[in-house]
């Protein structure tokens, strides 16, 4: 397996409340992405980074921010939390060039409420 | 953008069965094409990929062709085990997310004894 790791795994919150999702990984690739899973959707891409402090929005950016400060850690925030944000989010890694995959973490599983 | 349309199930079949999922794609320029697997309660894995027209990716007896010709992309397995129930995402590089990657909504296969 890839060294991702997200945290938490699981959260509960409520609806208005800050919430941030961490991801860390061991392999220390230049690019890493956030990505929100939801029936009917497949995953759809939130923000990326392609490098320290270095980041883009991806599809589906409006309610969330990133960081970059490290290369081993990327996290995503929701400000203002709300029930639209209740997901599956998932963290990758991956090398640079257009044949390089991507390396999934295990997801964190929110529930806004 | 690039994007996706893969058939979105549910596919049931029984185990040994002759498995099909199709994809197909709408790109600019020369992309890569990945299949991932999703396991319950896990992140996305690689199952495989090809870079260029008329690749082949292989692995644990899947495998697709890339067509341009019909811009299609679709797994096949000739014996499905019951260990294959999981769901199947398509995907192609972005052209404009660093390398990220555009991904279909995902086939459900569950497989019975």
Not at chain 1, 45 to 67: A, F, P, Q, R
Request: hydrophobic share 25%; charged share 20%.
């Amino acid at each position: 397996d890839a060294g991702i790791t997200q945290s938490p795994r699981h959260k509960v919150t409520e609806t208005g409340t800050p919430v941030t999702l961490r991801c860390h990984q061991t392999e220390n690739h230049r690019y890493m992405y956030w990505y929100r899973q939801d029936p009917g959707h497949g995953l759809r891409l939130i923000h990326y980074s392609y490098g320290v402090k270095d980041t883009d929005k991806g599809e589906v950016s409006d309610g969330y921010s990133v960081s970059r400060s490290k290369t081993e850690d990327f996290l995503l925030t929701l400000e203002s939390a709300t029930s639209s944000q209740t997901s599956v989010y998932f963290c990758a890694i991956s090398g640079t060039g257009n044949n390089s995959p991507l390396h999934f973490g295990n997801g964190t599983r929110l529930t806004v409420t | 953008g690039n994007s996706v349309t893969q058939m979105e199930g549910p596919v049931t079949l029984s185990e040994e069965a002759f498995l099909t999922i199709n994809c197909t794609y709408t790109a600019t320029g020369y992309p890569s094409l990945f299949w991932y697997v999703q396991y319950p309660g896990e992140g996305l894995q690689l199952l495989l990929k090809a870079t260029k027209a008329d690749d082949k990716g292989s692995n644990k007896g899947f495998e697709a062709t890339y067509r341009k010709e019909t811009t299609s992309f679709h797994l096949e397995k000739g014996s499905v085990q019951v260990s294959d129930s999981a769901v199947y995402f398509c995907a192609l590089s972005e052209t404009n997310s660093g390398y990220a990657l555009n991904f279909g909504k995902g086939t459900s296969l569950l497989v019975t004894p």
